[in-house]
């Protein structure tokens, strides 16, 4: 059995075992449940007013517009969507890298980002967080779930610069392979963040690699690769010849470095220049929720690791007192551990709740049957949503929030799980 399964890995087709609801008390929750209307309208309220990640942040980031993009669709135009993808691409690196994110040149406001220009994108300024490894896999799923909402396989031929957006997504993919890949392990690599994070221990502020990096390999950005080469793959198909035996070979190898199969987690990170942490510290106590969720979505578990893995999430949020499954990790790493202030025990990325992946493991749990208690866990996130009369950023272990009050991300999420909820109601 055990042989089956990774074979199914292996070659992307992990089913999702995703049934209609036989509860009919669950079906009348969910049709009557005032957090879900409420969560809905604001929502929709919200992601009128812009594309940056929220109202703390000027910049359009690939990695937040990628999960409130379907949102985005029900307001938007597809040619106002596909607008903020091209200029991804207009801004890509030489040598396929793709930017975090991009603002208007005029609203540039000496924040320290070590600002990038092109020639094809005058407008704008871009920006990118080099310790971390997911800008080209989240531009390649937003692409993806541009076409998907919108029909619109045009994308895939405009022309920019002197290639087309199928060649410049492939140059992406083609830049992780290149610069972001270790052959020892088969994996992709990046610095050492909390889990799906973009700060480093070693700087005050720890968004870029500097002489004092720790290079490591996780879970995230191996996940999301594989999610978007699934996703490429079914774009372009011409390209599965050259792509379906890379996606193969990183989940066999995600699986054999990553998955620790006495503790059925996923390991923190693998070093390959040492661990930046003191060697009397314990690092794979440590679990990594929103890391998990990603996996889960490319297909890397079976249904009982998946029970296994909610069983764990929900333990570490009793454990910790948070108020939900966002929690990004458990237990948080040390005071003094990261350089930068935010990242405190139960700060910002070291074990904040963060709706933006809780809810994520929401849609995960819906689509591979786990129903309710996909509800259950749902209730806290969208309860607050109306409590807080908005979508904050993260909250602390208290359940109070933090962070930007318009969090699109957050809003794209918990939207795309209650129509997901609908669905199956409808079903």
């Known amino acids: 059995m055990k042989t089956l399964f990774f074979i199914i890995i292996l070659t992307g087709i992990v089913s999702c075992n995703s049934k209609n609801i036989q509860n009919p008390e669950l079906i009348k929750q969910i049709q009557t449940n005032e957090y879900f209307a409420f969560t809905k309208q604001k929502a929709l309220e919200i992601v009128k007013t812009g594309f940056n990640a929220g109202e703390g942040y ?57 600002y990038k220009y092109s020639d094809l994108e005058p407008r704008y300024a871009g920006h990118k ?15 993806y779930k541009y076409v998907q909402v919108t029909n619109d396989k045009t994308i895939l031929d405009d022309k920019v610069g002197d290639k087309t957006v199928a060649d410049r997504l492939e140059w992406a ?48 950005d191996n996940a999301m690769f594989l999610i978007a080469l699934d996703n490429l793959m079914e774009l372009l198909p011409e390209t599965k010849e050259k792509w379906l035996p890379i996606r193969n070979q990183i989940a066999e190898n995600t699986r054999k470095h990553l998955w620790d199969e006495t503790n059925q987690k996923f390991i923190p990170d693998i070093y390959l220049n040492g661990s930046p942490f003191p060697d009397d510290f314990n ?44 929690l990004t990790l458990y237990p948080t790493y040390l005071e003094g551990f990261y350089k930068n202030k935010s990242m405190y025990p ?57 962070g930007s009050g318009t969090f699109r991300g957050s809003a794209g999420v918990l939207y795309k799980a209650i129509l997901m909820f609908e669905e199956l109601e409808n079903e």
Request: hydrophobic share 35%; net charge negative.
């Open 173 to 220: 993919m083609d830049f992780l392979m290149n610069h972001r890949y270790n052959e020892k392990y088969g994996l992709l690599w990046g610095a050492t963040t909390a889990d799906w994070g973009d700060v480093q221990p070693e700087h005050d502020w720890g968004v870029y690699f500097t002489e004092d990096t720790h290079y490591a390999i996780d879970i995230y």
């Open 283 to 326: 690092e794979n106590e440590i679990y990594y929720h929103g890391g998990t969720a990603v996996a889960i979505e490319a297909g890397l578990l079976s249904k009982k690791e998946i029970k296994i893995s909610l069983g764990k999430m929900v333990a570490n949020v009793k454990a910790s007192g948070a108020g939900s499954i966002g």
């Open 58 to 114: 000027g910049e359009v980031w690939i990695r937040d517009y990628n999960t409130f993009i379907e949102l985005s669709a029900e307001v938007f135009e597809a040619n106002v969507l596909k607008e903020n993808l091209l200029v991804f691409f207009k801004m890509q690196g030489n040598d396929g890298n793709i930017i975090d994110g991009f603002i208007p040149k005029e609203k540039i406001t000496g924040h320290g980002y070590d």
């Open 129 to 143: 967080n080099t310790v971390e490894t997911d800008q080209e896999s989240s531009l390649v799923q937003t692409v």
């Open 346 to 402: 139960y700060g910002y990325q070291n074990g904040g709740d963060w709706t933006w992946f809780g809810g994520r493991m929401i849609q995960q749990l819906i689509k591979y049957g786990f129903v309710e208690e996909a509800f259950e866990q749902m209730q806290p996130m969208v309860k607050r949503v109306k409590e807080n009369d908005g979508f904050f950023e993260w909250y602390t272990v208290e359940n109070k929030p933090k």
